[in-house]
């Protein structure tokens, strides 16, 4: 068998589960995903040798997606407390290469290969060939653009939840003022992740004077409830994400699509359309024509960093 043709690992790991996989070429190899428990296994290396040894095999390369920030062969899971070094990782698994990707970098590998049935339309534009965008939102917050190179794709690392949120209006600027005094800093992150949502309430409480918190999960509740303060809050929502990826849209340029990825854009999904995301994310003024260019869907596939791992092992 062609050494390209072998199988190889890949891996995503969180800041709660470690999903690992066997992969030949692009495709996931059947049964053979499974979803380790973090706080029972005392580093990744527990994890990957626990699942060799079950799977009776030892792949040449691996390719591993980490939720975390990652330099070359070094990588840290900041909600995690692993360390993570692929050299140190391959000599403990006894396979000979192991590459460290951003999951967020894994998901733009993952874009060219998912199958229409894994994705949600939320708008058509006009779509053509050229760039990618993939955001994610989940725990935090981040953006990529994804290029095409060759066999394979580009996908830079990036940390675009650290941005300034961008304001318009009287609330957004007493929202900045509130998040300020709380956190140092407006940004992307602290409003559009899981717990941004819940600082997003306990500001619009505050303004509506209930004092009442929510966490994200609540607040999904209670506007599928109606209650009039969680949905003006998941309002507010809906059009500061819209503005954020118009912004990041007119950076990038992704004719290609824009693709939201993560438990957060999912949970939304219902309420995009619902809550003006459309108007929202074309209302750029004079630039307003081309971002009605963009393509936007949401990814729906949960083991799409798993494909984009066994995506850039194929094409490096």
């Given at each position: 068998m062609a050494e390209r043709d072998s199988p190889v690992l890949v891996a995503d790991v969180g800041g709660t589960n470690t999903r690992v996989a066997l992969a030949r070429g692009r495709t996931l190899v059947a049964a053979s995903t499974e979803r380790f428990r973090n706080a029972e296994y005392s580093g990744l290396d527990a994890v990957l040798q626990a699942f060799l040894e079950r799977h009776r095999t030892l792949p040449e390369r691996a390719a591993i997606a980490l939720a975390g920030p990652v330099r070359g062969t070094q990588a840290e899971m900041t909600n995690l407390g692993w360390q993570?070094?692929?050299?140190?990782?391959?000599?403990?698994?006894?396979?000979?290469?192991?590459?460290?990707?951003n999951d967020l970098q894994a998901?733009?590998?993952?874009?060219?290969?998912?199958?229409?049935?894994?994705?949600?339309?939320?708008?058509?534009?006009?779509?053509?060939?050229?760039?990618?965008?993939?955001?994610?939102?989940?725990?935090?917050?981040?953006?990529?653009?994804?290029?095409?190179?060759?066999?394979?794709?580009?996908?830079?690392?990036?940390e675009a939840g650290h941005i300034h949120l961008p304001l318009r209006g009287d609330m957004d600027y007493r929202l900045a003022d509130w998040l300020i005094a709380r956190r140092g800093f407006a940004s992307v992150e602290d409003v559009l992740s899981g717990a941004g949502l819940a600082r997003l309430y306990a500001f619009h409480a505050q303004e509506a004077?209930?004092?009442?918190?929510?966490?994200?999960?609540?607040?999904?509740?209670?506007m599928e409830?109606?209650?009039?303060?969680?949905?003006?809050?998941?309002?507010?929502?809906?059009r500061l994400l819209a503005h954020v990826t118009a912004d990041l849209a007119l950076i990038t340029l992704p004719f290609g699509g824009v693709y939201f990825i993560g438990g957060v854009a999912r949970?939304?999904?219902p309420w995009l359309e619902r809550f003006g995301f459309e108007s929202a994310f074309t209302d750029m003024g004079r630039f307003s024509d081309l971002v009605t260019r963009f393509p936007v869907a949401i990814v729906e596939d949960d083991y799409a960093a798993l494909s984009g791992c066994a995506a850039y092992l194929q094409a490096h």
């Open positions: 993570v070094d692929a050299s140190a990782l391959a000599q403990a698994t006894g396979m000979a290469e192991i590459a460290l990707l998901q733009g590998h993952a874009l060219a290969h998912l199958p229409e049935t894994h994705l949600r339309r939320l708008r058509t534009g006009t779509p053509e060939a050229g760039p990618k965008l993939v955001i994610g939102l989940g725990t935090g917050v981040n953006a990529a653009p994804v290029y095409a190179a060759g066999a394979g794709h580009i996908v830079p690392p990036a004077k209930t004092g009442r918190t929510f966490d994200a999960a609540q607040i999904m509740a209670a409830g109606g209650d009039a303060l969680a949905q003006a809050t998941g309002r507010h929502y809906v949970a939304f999904a």
